[in-house]
């Protein structure tokens, strides 16, 4: 996992790079060169300065891709930055506030702060400084100050500072705990450095001494809160590299502690002091090292202040970093997990700091943050001898024994959920350590015993289990699970690594067992309880992920959970209800969201591929516990909706002991006309929602077919020829779009094509025919940013209708010359997020799926008019739309059509499948050439022109 080694480069002298002297007498010449005249003095000292900054940053920059390191790189620039504002200091007090007697009062230190106080700077980091002067009145100071500022913002740098007295600065620190961290950084650069030294001597004897205990404490909620503000999880797939969980800010959290605590800023005496053993500080080291070289690349990369690596950034940050594709795993999946894997390590690096503070008995913490810092009481014996509780923490009685009992470093994660307790940051940091030991552990019955028990609790399995994530023994215990640690997915719809996505997963199915979900799943709460097998359930979350990165990941995840679950002793028929639950863990979404569930085969064909009743339970409540953990916002009432009806018609055909299609039409009618009689109370509309046929009425939940008659009956009683109408959908984060016209080819191509004109995206559409041959269509549509098209924009509502109002007024076709849809000037462009991803395209045609339709699957990426270029193509080859399916995940679109030829039939000739397949590849390829950073390469198209022949 490592990144290929590099031979090292030869220690930098700052002398070779920026030599002070030297440029200390060229800004002496250009002062005496120009006497008398200040502004060209200033001018000429200012190319000087940012000469010597440009040479210091391409050295810099020069070394670092040649593999210098990310430290060699910010301690060279500090070191740069440390002799430019030493020449400016010695200049400006030399050739323009001379000052040749000086007084008390014209003293002066000129001190780094912050990330440049500890000698480290990225490449575009502010300048921290502070400038402490003997007294309050300085008018020297102030103006060499002053001179100095515009200076360095005339460099082009910004700037951080503060001008204060040590009195000043101490008061400021002690009522600011953001000034204290700041004052604790403070390096003195050049100037008085008597005053420097007196200031150091005051902040250690009249501020840090005695304090310690509340500096650790405000510094870790501090840390708390900026977690909860980037984002809870360490493992975002576009993390925060500086203040995210496990980042940089991380730490310095814990430098600022062991320095503030001990008064040391040489981590090289970490291990001396006792604030880490040997084996932590190399540990330490590895994450500074590979954080900041991550950083620094960035900061090039960018050419700014970035710190978040986002999708477009991956690709190109995991070459910089040595990385390379291996096999199915891609570089940029090798570099985030290794950066993963460094974020956890620096979550240890904090729970071994908390315990050996916890040992150090600090003075009490103020409360809140109790969990860090214990009372002096003596702790108490558990039933368990083995443990303790201390202030609602669990811990170990006695470590040094663990050895000679190992099941006890999960039995404590057991003993913690039975009893709802914390875990002690000791005892957390000991299970961390002996973590290799889970593949000894793996034979022992009693662990194995155990772990089940911690994996199926019925109180909180998700928190357990996280816990002995973070200490790393989950993956050596379950290896197949060790695979998933830290591995992202290059894709915008996932929204975290997947051993994260699949631990929500559990908490998911944890909430919906407790009914905490009951509102939003109704069905799947229900059925909780009548699950005869709810260990296999959380087992099959727990490992449904493992076959990702191994081929196809249902297929290659059911075989590894064989083996995991033969591991763990289950018996031969619940290790294949486990192994069965991995492999088809995808397919009731697809059928849901991709399928027509009102056609009788698509039911039939699920009900043989579930079999029983107790897998139809087991597959909802994992479904929908791993699409709501996938991230915000991509589950709502919507796929809720589609996946309960899914539910409820196979059921109701596993119930009835038949799957053949007779038997299931005949259910699927009885369901549809029971809607029907609930609905059509209006005689006035009985005649025209009669003739529709009964996928309308499975396709749809009450709330919309009433919203439908209603705006039906209007058109009816106006007389209308067409029909439009919109509504918002805020369970669906769209806008519902009804059109009411009379069918005619093109229709359907039309219609999309004016809404990707209008900017609009379709992300749902139906489409029915009554047997009066009146379309009756209905879409949902959200803007390019993915809200709701419209909005707060009635205007935009209109102008959509306007374009509808022509086409439908004009037989369906386009007037003037209308560009295709992905011509149009007012689409806006995709972003270099989407750009990133390279998308193969995917078409797959089935002349099996449906009774009366070739189902025709088309994936490849999205973006703005797609399916207006899709319906088009189906279009000119004769196609009629009967139902479309639209699905798009992240950037990747999935969209299913079922297709009917002019004559109502089935689309078999294999010339026709042929050309059919060409010009929907061409339509999914042009979207590649037309993103910029991430074509398809020839290869890739050429491979994915030729399937579409076979």
Sequence with gaps: MNKPKRTPLKPWSIEAVVDGNRLRVQLSAAALDHLGDEKAARARALDLLKGALFRGRLIAQERLESGAGGLDCSHLLAAVQDQVISALYDFTITHVFRARNPTAAERLSVCATGGYGRNSMAPSSDVDLMFVRPIKDASWAESVIEYMLYMLWDMGLKVGHASRTISECLRAAREDMTIRTSVLETRFVCGDKLLFRELEIR????????????????????????????????????????????????????????????????????????????????????????LWTVRCHLHFLTGRAEERLTFDLQPEMARRMGYGDRADNPAVERFMKRYFLVTKQVGSLTRILSARLELDRQKAAPRGISRFFASPQK???????????????????????????????????????????????SALARVTSMAAKGRIMRDDPKSVASFLEVATSKKDPARALGLLNEAGLLGKFVPEFGRIVGQTQFNMYHHFTVDEHTLRGIANISDIEHGRLSKELPVSTELFPRLANR???????????????????????????????????????????????????????????????????????????????????????????????????????????????????????????????????????????????????????????????????????????????????????????????????????????????????????????????????????????????????????????????????????????IRLRAVLASDGKQHGGAPPAHQASNIKKPTNRTAAFAIEPVIMIDNEGAAFDTIVEVSGRDRPGLLADLAQVFEDEGLNVTSAHID??????????????????????????????????????????????????????????????R
């Excluded at 730490?251 to 503030?260: C, D, E, P, V």
């Excluded at 992240?890 to 499948?913: H, M, N, V």
């Excluded at 042929?914 to 398809?936: C, F, N, Q």
Aim: glycine fraction near 8%.
């Design 379 to 425: 702790a108490k014996l558990l039933d368990d001898p083995r443990f303790v509780e201390d202030h609602g923490r669990i811990g170990f009685a006695h470590p040094d024994q663990i050895a000679d009992d190992l099941s006890a470093l999960i039995d404590i994660f057991k003993m913690a959920d039975e009893l709802d307790l914390d875990m002690d940051p």
């Design 203 to 290: 902040l250690r004897k009249d501020l840090f001494d005695g304090t310690a205990a509340d500096f650790v404490a405000a510094k870790l909620a501090e840390r708390d809160n900026r977690h909860r503000r980037t984002g809870e999880s360490r493992y975002m797939v576009e993390p925060n590299i500086k203040d995210g969980k496990g980042g940089l800010r991380d730490l310095h959290t814990l430098f600022w502690i062991a320095k503030y605590i001990h008064g040391t800023d040489d981590v090289s005496q970490f291990v001396e002091k006792g604030i880490f053993s040997r084996e932590d500080m190399k540990h330490f080291n590895q994450a500074a090292e590979f």
């Design 535 to 801: 260990r296999a359930l959380y087992l099959a979350m727990l490992l449904h992920d493992v076959g990702k990165g191994e081929g196809d990941q249902q297929i290659e995840g059911a075989k590894a959970a064989t083996i995991a679950c033969r591991r763990l002793g289950l018996d031969a028929e619940e290790v294949d209800l486990v192994a069965w639950l991995v492999g088809h863990h995808l397919i009731m979404s697809e059928v849901a969201q991709r399928r027509d569930i009102g056609d009788p085969k698509t039911i039939t064909d699920f009900a043989a591929t579930v079999g029983t009743l107790e897998r139809l339970r087991l597959l909802l409540v994992l479904t929908v516990a791993d699409i709501r953990a996938v991230g915000p916002g991509v589950w709502n009432d919507w796929k809720a909706q589609l996946l309960r009806d899914l539910y409820k018609l196979t059921e109701a055909t596993l119930r009835g002991g038949r799957s053949d299609e007779g038997f299931v039409r005949r259910q699927l009618k009885a369901q549809a006309d029971e809607r029907r009689a609930q609905a059509l109370i209006d005689p006035i509309l009985a005649e025209f929602f009669t003739s529709l046929e009964d996928a309308y009425w499975l396709g749809f939940d009450t709330d919309q077919q009433k919203w439908h008659g209603a705006e039906v009956a209007k058109a009816l009683r106006e007389e209308a020829l067409f029909w439009l109408a919109s509504r918002p959908a805020p369970s669906r984060g769209a806008t519902e779009v009804l059109v009411l016209s009379p069918d005619q080819p093109g229709l359907f191509a039309a219609l999309t094509a004016v809404f990707a004109q209008a900017g609009a995206n379709v992300i749902d559409a139906r489409v029915h025919t009554s047997k009066g041959g009146q379309a009756f269509d209905v879409f949902a549509l959200q803007d390019q940013s993915g809200a709701a098209f419209g909005e707060g924009r009635q205007d935009a509502i209109d102008r959509l209708f």
């Design 888 to 949: 798009s995940v992240g950037e990747r679109a999935t969209d299913a059509f079922y297709l009917r030829d002019r004559g109502g039939l089935k689309l078999l000739d294999g010339r026709r499948i042929a050309v059919l397949k060409e010009r929907l590849i061409g339509v999914l390829a042009e979207a590649e050439t037309t993103e910029g950073p991430s074509l398809l390469s020839r290869r890739k198209l050429a491979r994915a022109r030729a399937s579409s022949r």
